[in-house]
């Protein structure tokens, strides 16, 4: 099946720094979104991008179908950023999302 | 539009008990979907149901494990003689038109 790989695995960032997470995958994709994991466990939208780009206040993404990779940016990083970021596509023809296995981010003030 | 809804939220059981979760989609989505997430991993697809009808069951579904969706809106995860390697969060996601699935808040499962 598609394999999805983010980078990096764990990110520690100081309040108002910007960072950016990748996200790769083996094989052509017809949806792809990027989640927020907040502490209690509840997946959060952030992105429904299988190509181009998408701006969302402090965070954006882009996706280059093409070369198979996805990037979320955040920009002047808060405290509440804090959370695991995952990315999650669907292989063309099939349905159900795979995931990454996220991206552990910690903002610290 | 209150969102995807689960219930219970949290439930500890003793090995070997039967559990029963229930899901509840965004009103107008026809696809709901069920994940398994254990600690540091992502989401594990379960199985999908298009209305009422189950479309697609992962190899990690057992034969201890069964979902229904009888009515085309609600939908429960029925896990039978649970075991330890059973405790994880549940998690369901439903989608309508498009292609976005909405997760509601997962149902922790603890096994004893």
């Known amino acids: 099946g598609i394999q999805v790989e983010q980078s990096p695995p764990d990110l520690i960032l100081q309040e108002g720094a910007n960072s950016t997470l990748r996200c790769n995958f083996s094989?052509?994709?017809?949806?792809l979104q990027w989640f927020h994991q907040n502490p209690w466990g509840q997946l959060i939208n952030l992105f429904y991008i299988p190509s181009g780009t998408k701006q969302n206040g402090r965070l954006s993404a882009t996706t280059v179908a093409t070369e198979r990779y996805s990037l979320l940016y955040i920009s002047s990083s808060q405290t509440t950023d804090s959370g695991v970021y995952f990315c999650?596509?669907?292989?063309?023809?099939?349905?159900?999302?795979?995931f990454g296995k996220g991206t552990r981010l910690s903002v610290i003030a | 539009d209150t969102g995807v809804s689960q219930d219970p939220r949290h439930k500890i059981t003793k090995r070997g008990q039967n559990v029963t979760f229930r899901c509840d989609p965004i009103s107008e989505h026809n696809r709901l979907y069920w994940y398994r997430q254990t600690l540091g991993q992502g989401p594990e697809f379960l199985t999908y149901?298009?209305?009422?009808?189950?479309?697609?069951k992962s190899r990690l579904l057992s034969d201890r494990f069964s979902a229904e969706r009888p009515k085309g809106s609600f939908s429960t995860l029925e896990i039978q003689r649970t075991e330890q390697g059973d405790s994880a969060m549940y998690l369901c996601?439903?989608?309508?038109?498009?292609?976005?699935?909405?997760f509601g808040p997962g149902t922790r499962l603890l096994v004893l």
């Open positions: 996601a439903s989608s309508g038109a498009g292609e976005t699935q909405y």
């Open positions: 999650a596509v669907v292989h063309s023809g099939n349905t159900p999302l795979v």
């Open positions: 094989d052509s994709v017809n949806n």
């Open positions: 149901f298009q209305n009422e009808a189950q479309l697609e």
